[in-house]
């Protein structure tokens, strides 16, 4: 299974960006539970976004509810967040994440490579 990230950068405070990640390599044989975004800044540990499970519940950051949204398309398998108003203390590395079953019984989980995003003020 492979995780493909995209949509960091560099923007300005205030702005916004949309993080797309598509998973590959699943067959029917693999059973996505949760699909979801970490993030890890500069001297600090990785931590918790946002993550969308399966049948559709919501976990937001206390830091990212009201600004950001994730969503997914489970045809795609692939995981979005939708990022507006950012903050300078949004500058990190966004990694995706995605875990699940595989035949109903065996866990997995799998992290992209990240994609950084820069945030000016």
């Known amino acids: 299974v492979q995780l493909q990230a995209s949509g960091g950068g560099l923007v300005q405070a205030g702005g916004s960006l949309r993080l797309s990640c598509a998973a590959s390599g699943t067959g029917s044989m693999f059973s996505i539970n949760n699909m979801g975004w970490y993030r890890r800044a500069p001297g600090k540990e990785r931590e918790l976004v946002a993550s969308v499970e399966s049948g559709g519940s919501l976990i937001y950051a206390d830091s990212a509810k009201g600004r950001f949204t994730v969503s997914r398309d489970n045809a795609k398998n692939t995981v979005y967040l939708q990022m507006n108003n950012l903050k300078p203390e949004d500058t990190a590395v966004y990694l995706c994440?995605?875990?699940?079953?595989?035949?109903?019984?065996?866990?997995?989980?799998?992290w992209g490579q990240g994609t950084l995003v820069t945030v000016s003020s």
């Open positions: 994440h995605v875990d699940g079953l595989i035949l109903g019984t065996s866990p997995f989980d799998y």
